[in-house]
Each structure stands twice: as structure tokens, then as C-alpha cells.
């Protein structure tokens, strides 16, 4: 585990998959939880483990702890979701850079291992 400011980065080894208009957008074995707020995580996907073609670039944001993010839009089985996934490349938090992560309420299923989770990420101490 490594903090950075307020921002706590930890591994998991969970199987989370998050889906959007009908199709998996990322499902990965090796997810990083982020504690961008100190209430709960958010997951991090390796980038590898995120299916591209359904991503396309669609600005930037900046935060003062993770630094510049691009945002991307995702579109799926017709539908679309504006912004709503973010890659900190440059990140000073190494362990993110090549992580994307994706806002919650944007899409539509999260499954930790085969179970569906509907608020946020379960944060492992509480």
C-alpha cells in the first residue's frame, strides 16, 4: 500500500468487471483500489485489462493529488457515457499511470468476483 498526500493506493486480487450498454468494459483479476476521497475506494484497471475500442478521448481534468487525466467517453451497444473514464498518465502516483478508472454511476453493472455492487467500491477494512 502506498499514500501520496490524502490519495492511499492498495492491490486486490477481486475479479471486478464493470459493464455499459450490454458489453464488458473492463474485467480484470488485478485491480488497484484508490482512496480518491478518504470514504470509500474507487477501482483502477490495468489498462490492459479495458476494452479501447469502446473508449474514445474526450478531454481533460486535473486533480491536485493525481495530477492531469485524460477523460474518455465510453459508447456500447448504443449507448454513450460522456467522460466517464479517466487515465492519470503522468500521474506523481506511479502506481495509477497505467490504470484506467472509470466514474461509478456512469455504467450501468459493477461485479465484484460474480456478485453485482451498486453504490461504490467495497472498501476491505470496513
Do not use: C, Q
Amino acid at each position: 500500500m502506498t499514500a501520496r498526500g490524502r490519495v492511499k493506493v492498495e492491490s486486490s486480487n477481486k475479479r471486478v468487471r464493470v459493464l455499459f450498454g450490454g458489453e464488458v468494459v473492463a474485467d480484470t483479476t488485478a485491480p488497484l483500489l484508490v482512496w480518491e476521497k478518504p470514504y470509500y475506494p474507487t477501482y483502477y484497471f490495468p489498462a490492459s485489462d479495458v476494452r479501447h475500442d469502446l473508449l474514445s478521448e474526450s478531454g481533460e481534468s486535473r486533480s491536485p493529488s493525481r495530477g492531469t487525466a485524460k477523460r474518455f467517453t465510453v459508447s456500447a451497444g448504443g449507448a454513450t457515457a460522456p467522460d466517464s473514464a479517466y487515465r492519470h498518465t503522468g500521474s506523481p502516483i506511479e502506481e495509477i499511470r497505467d490504470h484506467i478508472a472509470f466514474d461509478w454511476a456512469a455504467m450501468d453493472h459493477w461485479l465484484e468476483e460474480d456478485e453485482e455492487v451498486y453504490v461504490h467500491a467495497r472498501d476491505p477494512y470496513t
